[in-house]
């Protein structure tokens, strides 16, 4: 297939899907721990896959899979290899900060951190842009593209704009997810924190109500009564029995549910992982680019293009960073999976594509879109934090640090 022309956007194409297997990074066998959820507990499912029915773990969540491609994109952006669209929000106050991009903020563009900051003087919630941002629909997505291209790909929502929970959705356009194939739940046993200074637990410590605290004395008499808070553990001094937190479970063995427990967080071991990519281009071509009243099909196209690279980018990208997606959670590629071209009859053609070959189709799609007249800001704009987040911020300082 032709890459550099614009058939992936304009032909007969329902998407394109990326199905690539990953390995523990320690080898077959080894654990992989999941992202915990509410109770402590991992997210297990049955799949049919290849016509069987797996158990599965989920090990990194749609939403999280996408802050991992904006991670990417943005680090190529910063370091001047592509250029993407974006605003940034500079805290100087705060060098622990640094600044906040639009590929880093929960809900993108509009996000609460950009709609309290402010931009030539005024809320940026009431400067002309953000109107303007915040008017974008699918039959005009222009400023989008223009100042936000990767809020179309990965989708946004204006929930806290003047239209409250009407302002206007962007579905995902870009979606992948990566779950662990073939599970089994993992052990642990629990353990000791050592404590290097031979600190014993028979000593007894003051707390205060600022947290602060002083050695008290020492336990002596084997009952010896201690009030409730004076252990040294409570100030992490000493050594600490490490527990377990369990689950209850029904198993079928032997054709029977038999209910025991388990270890909530014991980590997994799975046949493979696997990292589902899809870019729905029947959901690109919903989205219109028009410039002013001159509205082409030349120009929808130019830019649904450069979304569909950018997407391409993200996923190639992404897989030659490494996936570190969190403690004792590092995959690598088993193989490099092609891109399948699913056409809109079912059938599927294939190509491969590796992170040169997609910076060079996404640097070719965005020439082509500046070409078309399509409005393009390859500098990032930057805005300053309204006082009011500042004090919040200088607030929320206080408050970490125990104060009033």
């Known amino acids: 297939m032709d890459l550099r022309s614009l058939e992936l956007v304009k032909g007969p194409y329902a998407a394109l899907r990326i199905n690539q297997r990953l390995l523990p990074a320690g080898g077959p066998g080894s654990k992989l721990f999941p992202?915990?959820?509410?109770?402590?507990?991992?997210?297990?499912?049955?799949?049919?896959?290849?016509?069987?029915?797996?158990h599965c773990v989920l090990l990194h969540s749609v939403a999280a899979c996408a802050n991992l491609h904006e991670e990417v994109l943005l680090d190529l952006a910063e370091r001047g290899e592509i250029e993407l669209p974006r605003m940034l929000v500079d805290f100087d106050a705060f060098p622990e900060i640094g600044h906040v991009s639009t590929l880093e903020a929960s809900h993108r563009v509009f996000d609460a951190v950009f709609r309290d900051s402010e931009l030539e003087g005024q809320p940026f919630s009431k400067h002309p842009l953000y109107k303007e941002l915040s008017r974008s629909n699918a039959h005009n997505a222009t400023a989008l593209f223009a100042h936000s291209p990767h809020a179309l790909l990965f989708g946004c929502w204006d929930s806290t704009g003047s239209a409250g929970g009407l302002g206007n959705k962007f579905a995902r356009r870009l979606v992948s997810e990566i779950i662990g194939v073939g599970v089994e739940r993992g052990e642990t046993r629990g353990g000791v924190k050592q404590d290097q200074l031979g600190i014993s637990r028979n000593v007894e410590i003051e707390i205060d109500k600022n947290g602060d605290w002083k050695p008290k004395g020492v336990l002596t008499g084997e009952?010896?009564?201690?009030?409730?808070?004076?252990?040294?553990?409570?100030?992490?001094?000493g050594s600490i029995l490490v527990g377990v937190d369990v689950e209850c479970v029904d198993e079928e063995i032997g054709g029977q549910y038999v209910r025991r427990r388990v270890p909530l967080r014991g980590g997994v071991t799975c046949d493979y992982a696997l990292q589902t990519s899809v870019i729905s281009l029947a959901g690109l071509r919903r989205l219109r680019f028009p410039i002013g009243a001159n509205a082409t099909p030349e120009q929808d196209d130019a830019a649904r293009a450069v979304l569909c690279a950018m997407g391409l980018l993200a996923v190639a990208a992404s897989r030659e960073r490494g996936y570190a997606l969190r403690s004792r959670c590092d995959l690598v590629p088993d193989g490099i999976a092609p891109v399948e071209v699913v056409h809109c009859d079912g059938s599927v053609q294939s190509f491969s594509l590796d992170g040169a070959g997609a910076i060079a189709l996404y640097r070719e799609a965005v020439e082509a879109a500046k070409k078309a007249g399509l409005p393009w800001r390859a500098e990032p704009l930057r805005l300053k934090p309204q006082a009011k987040l500042v004090k919040l911020i200088e607030l929320s300082r206080v408050a970490a640090q125990g104060g009033e």
């Open 223 to 237: 009952k010896a009564e201690r009030a409730k808070g004076t252990r040294p553990a409570e100030v992490n001094h």
């Open 35 to 54: 992202p915990t959820f509410e109770g402590g507990v991992y997210c297990f499912e049955q799949r049919r896959i290849d016509g069987e029915t797996k």
